[in-house]
């Protein structure tokens, strides 16, 4: 409840149950203020036996502060530097919270999840100064080519929770997941992983989730919508060299719809927006993708249902429908190569109502660039019209003068070169803006 943590807002606020913005079905966020909690216990990792020595295992601490705070308390881990040898699972919380000022470095090697919190409701994880983190040092994983190390942050079945300003660098695998989740509120972080695939900035799925002011350095999912989700907002997203933002893979069942993705800028990335799978079945619906820039990007709006990096998964094709998008500008690596509108919809379940408008994007190298559609219908550049859904082959438009209006502002901190897989990546502070123009929703704590 970021936005309304007054108690008379907050009577305010449950005056006006139908209060939403855009894609959200209903408020998201802590239901008690962090002074609320404090107020009622503060539980201090150095008064569980922690050290801020960067040696001494931080694991058992957090877990005896997590248990001692865990029915209504704030579990506090100050400012200075930890190790975490040892994962812990916190479970069971209830108006609780993580304040996370330090700066934990991993120092164990088990896979699984560094800090899991499951099953807790009215959850805040932050940092009061906005500085504090986790430091994965994935790269001691990956430089001996694995990449099957932990991942940082896992939240699975918490409700009425937000995660923000806090920075999680360089996991040996995902940094943050958030799995079946709802009404949630993440924003204000930085995510800088290696630049390799594998190295997930945040996964989400669940309902009612507001996803904002998030910056994200890796080469695979920027942030990504998977399946069964509703009711999630994306926006003010700084893909600042990554994989780019995208909604699956998608297998068996997938459920998925009232997804809004706006404002999100993508430098450097594979791609600006991708919907991901190799056969499947079930839905992706009412979704929209509204202004979108790119620069320096290999795809741009990339719908791939025949994706080669997923196995082929049962079913005839995942059905896409009522998918929007618009006011995308800026430009691509080489449009001849890769050209930024591909919508390649399965022959099994051919895509309806896509919609493609006030679309401007030129190519960086070249002459040229092209449109290719396949099995797809809706308004807009190569989408077929019509009543009937057949199949067909993918049809390939190549134009060769840039639309107009493409040009658009670039970020001025764009990464100029990648941050390397094997040597140390260092901590970032978290960026005042996400998007060209755009500030955020809330200050930094910090500030
Ligand atoms: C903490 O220890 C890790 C090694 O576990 C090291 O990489 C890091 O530089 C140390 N941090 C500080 C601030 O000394
Ligand atoms: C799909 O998700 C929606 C929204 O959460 C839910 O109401 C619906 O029952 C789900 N459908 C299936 C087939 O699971
Ligand atoms: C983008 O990444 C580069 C390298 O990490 C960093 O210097 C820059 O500050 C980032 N941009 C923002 C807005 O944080």
């Not at 009711?231 to 069942?253: F, K, M, P, Q, R």
């Not at 919907?275 to 979108?292: C, D, H, L, M, Y």
């Amino acid at each position: 409840m970021r936005l309304y943590d007054s108690p008379l807002c907050l009577a305010l606020l449950a005056l006006l149950p139908g209060l939403v913005f855009g894609q959200l079905s209903g408020s998201v966020g802590p239901l008690t203020s962090r002074s609320a909690k404090a107020g009622k216990k503060t539980c201090n990792v150095l008064d569980y036996d922690a050290k801020a020595d960067n040696s001494t295992d931080l694991g058992p601490p957090l877990l005896a502060a997590f248990n001692a705070c865990k029915a209504g308390g704030v579990v506090v881990v100050p400012s200075g530097n930890y190790a975490l040898a040892t994962w812990q699972t916190l479970s069971g919380g209830n108006a609780w919270a993580l304040q996370l000022d330090g700066m934990i470095y991993r120092t164990g090697t088990a896979g699984g999840n560094m800090i899991f919190i499951e099953h807790s409701t009215d959850f805040e994880l932050f940092s009061s100064t906005s500085k504090g983190g986790v430091q994965g040092n994935g790269y001691t994983f990956h430089a001996q080519g694995s990449i099957t190390g932990p991942r940082i942050l896992r939240l699975y079945a918490v409700t009425s929770f937000s995660v923000h300003d806090i920075v999680l660098v360089d996991a040996p695998a995902f940094h943050f997941v958030m799995d079946t989740c709802t009404n949630g509120e993440v924003y204000n972080m930085a995510i800088r992983g290696g630049d390799h695939g594998g190295l997930d900035g945040v996964d989400v799925w669940g309902t009612n989730i507001w996803i904002h002011d998030v910056e994200v350095t890796n080469k695979d999912e920027c942030v990504t919508v998977k399946s069964p989700a509703s009711h999630i907002l994306v926006e003010d997203i700084y893909c600042n060299w990554s994989g780019g933002c995208a909604i699956g893979s998608l297998g068996t069942g997938t459920n998925i719809s009232n997804v809004q993705y706006r404002n999100v800028y993508t430098w450097s990335s594979n791609q600006m927006m991708m919907i991901k799978s190799n056969g499947g079945s079930g839905t992706v619906q009412s979704v929209t993708f509204e202004n979108f820039i790119g620069h320096g990007n290999a795809y741009s709006l990339n719908i791939d249902q025949y994706w080669s990096s997923e196995s082929t998964q049962d079913g005839n094709g995942v059905q896409l429908s009522d998918i929007t998008f618009s006011n995308w500008k800026g430009t691509e690596a080489s449009g001849s190569a890769r050209g930024p509108i591909r919508v390649i919809c399965a022959d099994g379940a051919p895509c309806t109502s896509i919609s493609i408008s006030n679309f401007a994007m030129w190519t960086e190298s070249g002459s040229s660039q092209w449109y290719a559609c396949r099995s797809a219908y809706g308004s807009g550049y190569c989408l077929r019209s019509g009543s009937s859904h057949t199949s067909y082959a993918a049809s390939t438009t190549t134009v060769s003068s840039a639309p107009s209006g493409y040009s658009a502002p670039t970020m001025a901190a764009d990464l100029k070169t990648a941050f390397g897989f094997t040597t140390s990546i260092p901590i970032p502070t978290i960026p005042t803006s996400f998007y060209p123009g755009a500030t955020p929703v809330s200050k930094l704590l910090g500030s």
